[in-house]
C-alpha cells in the first residue's frame, strides 16, 4: 500500500507514476510552494466573491459595466504590452489534449498555434498531470513519438521550435484544486501546479528558442482574477530571473460576469496580455448557470440551436473585437469542434461549409484568428482568414468603433429561436453520461456524433436539464419536462449504451443525476467528481499513452 511522501513543505498524495521524479524536482516544488504561500489567500477570497456575485444575479441583479472602472474603460491612451515572438499571427489555432499522438498531430497540422490543454480537454488524473508535464518536456529534448498497437508511427516534422506552431498552455481554472499535492493538510491549486510546473521546465529554453512562456488563462469571472493572475506571472518571473514582462497570456472571456469588464481584464494583464478568446461552449454554461432560476427569459432551446448568429452572442463577440483591437491586443474566436468522418464524405462536406461560414464571420466581424479541434480543419480555418487578412498577421487595426454594446444586449436572450425537443433533451443525457465516463477514465477530450466534446459541452447539456425541470420547461409537442420522466429518458439511454469491461457507467449516471436531476446545482461538474470518484492510481507502465 501506497504511502504519502513530502518532499519539501508539499506532501505528495498520489500513487507515483513513471518519470515523476523528472517533473517533481525539490526546485520544481519550491516554485510551487512560493506560489501557492503567496496567492492562494487571494485566490479563497475570490472563489469566495465568485459565489457572492452568483448569489446576487440569482437574486436579480443583473450583472453591468462597473461604475469603479469607468476610468479604464474611457482612458483611451493604455495599450497592452507589443506582440510577442511567435504570437504575431494567430490566424488558425488548434486545441487539444497533451496525449502524443494527439500533440503530434497538431504539432504537424500546419496551425499557427497549438493550445496545449491541461483544462477542459483533459481528466486530471495524477497520471495526466504528470504526463501533460512531460510531454511538453518532450518536444523541447525533440523525443515526442508515438507507435499505434497497429505498428502506425508518428513523429514530429520538425524539431526546431521555429518550424511548429507556437505551443500555449492552458493550465486549469483557479478553483479546481489539486488534491494530490498538499501544504499544511490543504491542497494547492491546480492552475499554480500546472502553470508553475510547466513555467519552471520551460520557460528559460522557449525564451531561449525565440518563441516565450505563453499560456491560456480559463474561467476567469473578473477582472480581479485577471489581477491576481498579472501577480503570479510577476512574482514568478521575478524567482526565475526572468525579465518581467516575458510572459504573454490570452484570456478566455467564458463567463458572463468577465463579459462586462473585458477592458479592465486586458488593463490587469496588460504588461502579460496576449489578447481576449471567445470561449463561446463555457460562455454559453455560465448564462445558464447564473440565470437558471431567474424565469422562462433565460430558458434556451436545444443547444444545438443556441449559435454566434444568436443576439446576445453576436453582442458578447462584437464586444471582444472593440475591447481587444482598442488596446493592441488580439481577438480570437471560438471553437470549431467538427470531427472528420472516415466513413462518410457528404458529412463532412456539409460540416467544412458549416465551419466556413463560421469561420467567415468572425474574420469579417474583426476577428484575428479562431480555434479548431481536428487537424483536417486547419486548411479550411486558413483558407477564410487568409482570404480576410492576406499577407497581414491580424487586423487590430480595425478598431470596431463602430460598435456600442449595451448591457441589455449582453443579456439579450429573448431573441434566441428554437424550441426544446424529446430528442435534444435525450442528446444532453446521452452527451454528459458519455464525457462522464470517458473522463472518469482519464480521457477529456471525446468524440461524439463527429464533435469533440470536452467539459464545457457537458456542463451545458447538464445544466439545461437541470433548468428546463425545475422551471417546468414544455417541449415542441407539449410534454412539460419533469424530473420522473427524465429519470426514464436516463434509464432508457443507459439500456441502449453498449457496455464494455472497466466501464464506468454506473458512476457516471450517479454523477449525472447528482449534477442534472437533484435539486442542488453543483458550480461545476468536474469539481465534486475530482474530489470522489476520479482513480489516482497508475501504473507505471500506462505512463506513456
Not at 518563441?211 to 476567469?220: D, W
Not at 425537443?421 to 461524439?448: D, F, H, K, P
Amino acid at each position: 500500500m501506497f504511502t504519502p511522501t513530502s518532499l519539501n513543505s508539499i506532501q505528495i498524495t498520489a500513487t507515483p507514476v513513471r518519470y515523476q521524479e523528472q517533473i517533481l524536482t525539490e526546485q520544481a516544488l519550491d516554485f510551487i510552494s512560493n506560489l501557492h504561500q503567496a496567492f492562494e489567500g487571494r485566490r479563497v477570497e475570490l472563489m469566495q466573491r465568485r459565489q457572492l456575485n452568483r448569489a446576487r444575479i440569482a437574486n436579480g441583479h443583473d450583472p453591468k459595466f462597473l461604475e469603479e472602472t469607468r476610468h479604464i474603460r474611457e482612458d483611451a491612451s493604455w495599450q497592452v504590452a507589443p506582440i510577442a515572438p511567435g504570437l504575431q499571427d494567430r490566424r488558425v489555432e488548434i486545441t487539444g489534449p497533451i496525449e502524443r499522438k494527439m500533440a503530434i498531430n497538431a504539432l504537424n497540422s500546419g496551425a499557427n498555434v497549438w493550445l496545449a490543454d491541461m483544462e477542459d480537454a483533459c481528466s486530471p488524473t495524477w497520471q495526466n498531470v504528470i504526463k501533460n508535464q512531460v510531454n511538453l518536456l518532450r518536444v523541447l529534448d525533440g523525443e515526442l513519438d508515438f507507435t499505434d498497437p497497429d505498428g502506425r508511427e508518428y513523429k514530429l516534422n520538425s524539431y526546431e521550435l521555429s518550424d511548429l506552431p507556437t505551443i500555449v498552455v492552458r493550465p486549469r481554472g483557479l478553483h479546481l484544486p489539486e488534491k494530490h499535492l498538499l501544504i499544511n493538510g490543504k491542497p494547492i491549486a491546480g492552475a499554480f501546479v500546472d502553470f508553475g510546473l510547466h513555467f519552471f521546465h520551460n520557460a528559460q529554453r522557449l525564451i531561449d528558442s525565440g518563441r516565450g512562456a505563453y499560456y491560456y488563462l480559463p474561467k476567469l469571472e473578473n477582472h480581479l482574477e485577471a489581477r491576481l493572475w498579472n501577480d503570479v506571472f510577476v512574482l514568478a518571473q521575478e524567482l526565475l530571473g526572468i525579465e518581467r514582462g516575458t510572459i504573454r497570456a490570452t484570456v478566455l472571456i467564458e463567463t458572463i460576469t468577465a463579459a462586462f469588464e473585458m477592458e479592465e481584464i486586458l488593463y490587469e494583464l496588460r504588461e502579460h496580455s496576449a489578447g481576449l478568446n471567445a470561449g463561446r461552449w463555457d460562455y454559453i454554461f455560465s448564462i445558464i448557470k447564473n440565470f437558471r432560476s431567474r424565469g422562462p427569459r433565460f430558458v434556451f432551446p436545444d443547444r444545438e440551436l443556441v449559435t454566434m448568429t444568436s443576439p446576445f452572442m453576436r453582442a458578447y463577440t462584437e464586444q471582444l473585437v472593440r475591447a481587444c483591437h482598442r488596446r493592441g491586443a488580439t481577438a480570437i474566436g471560438g471553437m470549431s469542434a467538427f470531427v472528420p468522418s472516415r466513413k462518410d464524405a457528404s458529412i463532412n462536406q456539409i460540416a467544412f461549409e458549416k465551419v466556413s461560414e463560421d469561420k467567415a464571420r468572425e474574420a469579417n466581424d474583426g476577428f484575428d484568428g479562431s480555434w479548431v479541434a481536428h487537424p483536417d480543419l486547419v486548411p479550411v480555418a486558413r483558407e477564410v482568414y487568409d482570404r480576410v487578412l492576406g499577407a497581414n498577421p491580424h487586423q487590430i487595426s480595425r478598431t470596431r468603433e463602430d460598435v456600442e454594446v449595451s448591457a441589455k444586449e449582453l443579456l439579450n436572450v429573448e431573441g434566441l429561436e428554437g424550441r426544446i425537443t424529446e430528442r435534444g433533451i435525450r442528446e444532453n443525457i446521452e452527451i454528459a453520461i458519455r464525457y462522464v465516463e470517458s473522463w472518469l477514465r482519464g480521457n477529456g477530450a471525446v468524440a461524439l456524433r463527429n464533435l469533440m466534446e470536452d467539459a464545457a459541452t457537458a456542463e451545458i447539456s447538464r445544466s439545461q436539464l437541470w433548468q428546463w425541470i425545475h422551471q417546468s420547461a414544455i417541449t415542441d409537442t407539449g410534454e412539460v419536462i419533469t424530473r420522473a420522466w427524465m429519470h426514464e429518458l436516463t434509464d432508457e439511454t443507459i439500456d441502449k449504451i453498449e457496455r464494455f469491461e472497466g466501464d464506468r457507467f454506473e458512476q457516471a449516471v450517479e454523477i449525472f443525476e447528482a449534477c442534472a436531476l437533484r435539486d442542488d446545482f453543483p458550480t461545476f461538474l468536474t469539481s465534486n467528481t475530482y474530489q470522489r470518484y476520479l482513480d489516482t492510481p497508475a501504473p507505471a507502465y500506462e505512463m506513456a499513452s
